[in-house]
Protein backbone atom coordinates (compact mmCIF):
# COMPACT_ATOMS: atom_id res chain seq x y z
CA UNK A 1 0.00 0.00 0.00
CA UNK A 2 1.41 3.56 -0.95
CA UNK A 3 0.70 6.60 0.15
CA UNK A 4 -1.13 8.99 -2.57
CA UNK A 5 -3.06 12.71 -2.55
CA UNK A 6 -6.16 12.90 -3.94
CA UNK A 7 -8.69 15.92 -5.47
CA UNK A 8 -11.76 15.92 -6.25
CA UNK A 9 -14.83 17.92 -7.50
CA UNK A 10 -18.59 17.55 -8.18
CA UNK A 11 -20.62 18.16 -10.90
CA UNK A 12 -23.55 17.95 -11.53
CA UNK A 13 -25.85 16.49 -14.05
CA UNK A 14 -28.83 18.74 -13.43
CA UNK A 15 -30.36 21.50 -11.32
CA UNK A 16 -32.35 19.23 -9.93
CA UNK A 17 -29.62 16.30 -8.88
CA UNK A 18 -26.99 18.77 -7.56
CA UNK A 19 -22.90 16.69 -7.06
CA UNK A 20 -24.65 13.99 -8.47
CA UNK A 21 -21.26 12.66 -10.36
CA UNK A 22 -17.69 13.24 -8.67
CA UNK A 23 -14.67 13.17 -10.35
CA UNK A 24 -11.83 11.97 -8.27
CA UNK A 25 -8.05 12.41 -8.68
CA UNK A 26 -5.50 10.33 -7.44
CA UNK A 27 -2.05 11.75 -7.20
CA UNK A 28 1.24 9.39 -6.51
CA UNK A 29 4.94 11.25 -6.54
CA UNK A 30 6.93 7.74 -5.91
CA UNK A 31 8.11 5.38 -8.21
CA UNK A 32 7.08 1.83 -6.79
CA UNK A 33 6.93 -0.82 -9.38
CA UNK A 34 4.08 -2.75 -8.69
CA UNK A 35 3.63 -6.67 -10.03
CA UNK A 36 0.03 -7.42 -10.62
CA UNK A 37 -2.25 -6.16 -12.96
CA UNK A 38 -4.89 -4.50 -10.74
CA UNK A 39 -4.09 -1.98 -8.69
CA UNK A 40 -6.94 -0.53 -6.57
CA UNK A 41 -6.93 3.31 -5.48
CA UNK A 42 -9.13 3.85 -2.21
CA UNK A 43 -10.07 7.52 -0.76
CA UNK A 44 -12.59 9.01 1.90
CA UNK A 45 -15.08 11.44 0.80
CA UNK A 46 -16.89 13.67 3.07
CA UNK A 47 -18.75 17.19 2.77
CA UNK A 48 -18.27 16.58 6.78
CA UNK A 49 -21.88 14.96 7.93
CA UNK A 50 -21.99 12.95 4.49
CA UNK A 51 -18.96 10.70 3.93
CA UNK A 52 -18.03 7.13 1.68
CA UNK A 53 -15.08 5.46 1.22
CA UNK A 54 -14.62 4.90 -2.35
CA UNK A 55 -12.32 2.18 -4.37
CA UNK A 56 -11.93 2.33 -8.11
CA UNK A 57 -9.71 -0.40 -10.24
CA UNK A 58 -7.19 0.13 -12.51
CA UNK A 59 -5.70 -2.21 -14.97
CA UNK A 60 -2.14 -2.04 -15.64
CA UNK A 61 0.97 -3.90 -17.04
CA UNK A 62 2.57 -6.02 -14.46
CA UNK A 63 6.62 -4.74 -13.51
CA UNK A 64 6.13 -1.16 -14.49
CA UNK A 65 5.43 1.71 -11.90
CA UNK A 66 2.50 2.90 -10.35
CA UNK A 67 0.99 5.55 -12.06
CA UNK A 68 1.39 8.52 -11.52
CA UNK A 69 -1.88 10.54 -12.09
CA UNK A 70 -5.25 8.48 -12.15
CA UNK A 71 -8.99 9.71 -12.73
CA UNK A 72 -12.18 8.35 -11.94
CA UNK A 73 -15.74 9.40 -12.15
CA UNK A 74 -18.74 7.80 -10.07
CA UNK A 75 -21.88 8.31 -8.69
CA UNK A 76 -22.00 8.64 -5.24
CA UNK A 77 -24.24 5.97 -2.95
CA UNK A 78 -24.45 9.14 -0.57
CA UNK A 79 -26.05 12.59 -0.77
CA UNK A 80 -23.46 15.24 -0.36
CA UNK A 81 -24.56 18.49 -0.09
CA UNK A 82 -21.45 20.68 0.34
CA UNK A 83 -18.06 20.58 -0.86
CA UNK A 84 -16.43 17.45 -1.46
CA UNK A 85 -12.76 16.67 0.18
CA UNK A 86 -11.28 14.27 0.08
CA UNK A 87 -8.49 12.15 2.05
CA UNK A 88 -6.82 8.75 3.23
CA UNK A 89 -5.84 8.19 -0.37
CA UNK A 90 -3.98 4.94 -0.83
CA UNK A 91 -2.99 2.96 -3.71
CA UNK A 92 -3.26 -1.11 -2.75
CA UNK A 93 -0.83 -3.29 -5.39
CA UNK A 94 0.59 -6.59 -6.05
CA UNK A 95 4.75 -6.20 -4.25
Same mark, same amino acid.
Request: net charge negative; charged share 10%.
Given at each position: MA? #??VSVSATA +??? &??? &????? #????????TEQNGTVIYY?? +? +?????NSEYVLFPLTVTSGTDI???SEFAYTPTV???GTI????GVVYYTA
Open positions: A #IS +LSE &NSP &NSVVD #ITFNYTGTGA +L +LSDGPPADTFSNASQ
